[in-house]
């Protein structure tokens, strides 16, 4: 008789700079695809200064995560994260400045 062994999800600690959480909120990045990317990336590789690029698609969109593992704590510490393809969303105030100034310079 064979019985189905349920194995726990594959669990990291991660810890954030304050770059990579700003990068976050403009990006639309949430910890959760952060931590998809970091648990099971597509693809990863080292970087030459030794930090881990993890790459995954996730929802059609392919989330970049720079990360360097800190060895005496046993934590990930993302670094920086990024869409391919995509460019940041302006602030607010910026996209009502370009809104006023083509309102006023227009031709």
């Not at 698609?57 to 046993?74: F, S």
Request: aromatic fraction near 10%; proline fraction near 4%; avoid cysteine.
């Amino acid at each position: 008789m064979s019985r189905n062994i349920r194995m726990a999800p594959r669990t990291v600690e991660i810890v954030y700079t304050d770059h990579a959480r700003e990068r976050m909120d403009q990006r639309r990045i949430t910890p959760a695809m952060v931590s998809a990317a970091v648990t099971s990336p597509d693809r990863s590789h080292l970087e030459d200064d030794g930090d881990t690029k993890f790459i995954k698609t996730i929802n059609g969109r392919k989330l970049h995560v720079v990360a360097n593992y800190q060895t005496d704590e046993g934590k990930w510490l993302i670094i920086s994260t990024f869409v391919r393809g995509e460019n940041d969303a302006l602030p607010l105030w910026r996209r009502l400045f370009n809104a006023i100034a083509r309102f006023f310079f227009r031709k």
